[in-house]
């Protein structure tokens, strides 16, 4: 088994990420945290 690390960090969120979305046709991530908010990351 490989070692793992960093590609890369998402950075916004303030609290815990408790759900993570991958939409790969858009290249699209979405998460969510314990407080209710949503984050939307696109790929370049």
Not at 25 to 39: C, F, P, R, W, Y
Request: charged residues 15%; proline residues 2%; without cysteine.
């Amino acid at each position: 088994m490989g070692s793992s690390s960093f590609l890369y960090r998402l950075a916004g969120h303030t609290d815990t990420v408790t759900e993570v979305a991958f939409n790969p046709a858009a290249s699209q991530l979405i998460t969510a945290t314990l407080d209710g908010k949503l984050q939307l990351f696109v790929a370049e």
